[in-house]
Structure formats: structure tokens, C-alpha cells
């Protein structure tokens, strides 16, 4: 394996944990929201929605973290990825192209952010009304 299968490979592999990161998280998110309601649809006492709230908090913090580390691995090969491509004509040079059109807005850690501060806001929230149930 020569440094650019080297580099690419890494990228590669860490562009696709992210998403799959990312998927599994929107999987558990289902799962641990649907518990909430159903717990408040069936009346269940306020230590369970506190512990569902703040489950539900862990659950988005933890994968924002996984997250931030999956971009800083990324980050990595980017750099690298820029100096291969400079040997290729100026439309093939699609990380640097990136780089200069990138919509912070427009993006997959916004996205991802996005739904993760949410589903915090979810958590904290079902946190709050549990405590104000007690």
C-alpha cells in the first residue's frame, strides 16, 4: 500500500463510520423517544421520565462526542488529499473545491448538530417535566 491507498483508505473508512455513527444514532434516538411517549401516553411515574429524559440527554451527548472525533479523524487526510489532487486537472479537484464553496450551514456536521442539540432539548425537557411531576 503506497501513502495515497494509505490516505484515501483512511479517509474512506472514517467518512464511513461517521455515517454509519450517524445512523445508528437516528436508529436509538426512535427507539428512546418512542419510550418516552409511551411512557407519558401510559402515565408512568416521574422517575421514569427522569431517567428516560436524562438517558435520552446521555444518548445525544455521547454522539456528539463520537462525532467530533470522527471529524477530527477526517481532518486529518484532508490536507493530504488536497496535495494528490493538485496533479489533477482543476474540475477534479473536488476536496479543494469543497473548501472553497463550503456552506457552514450546508453541511453534514451541521446537520448532524442539528439534531443532536434537539434531541437534547428533547431529553432536557422530558427531565423537566418529570421533576415538575414529582
Partial sequence: MDGREFVWAHFKLNAEQR???????????????????????????????????????????VFWLVDARSRQLLELTIAALKEMEAEFPESYRLFATDARGQSRVISYTFAIRALLLAQMGFGLGVLVYGFSQW
Fill in 19 to 61: 455515517l454509519r455513527g450517524f445512523n445508528f444514532f437516528v436508529v436509538l434516538a426512535i427507539f428512546a423517544d418512542g419510550g418516552v411517549l409511551a411512557a407519558l401516553q401510559r402515565g408512568f411515574s416521574p422517575g421514569l421520565l427522569i431517567l428516560l429524559g436524562a438517558f435520552t440527554m446521555l444518548l445525544a451527548q
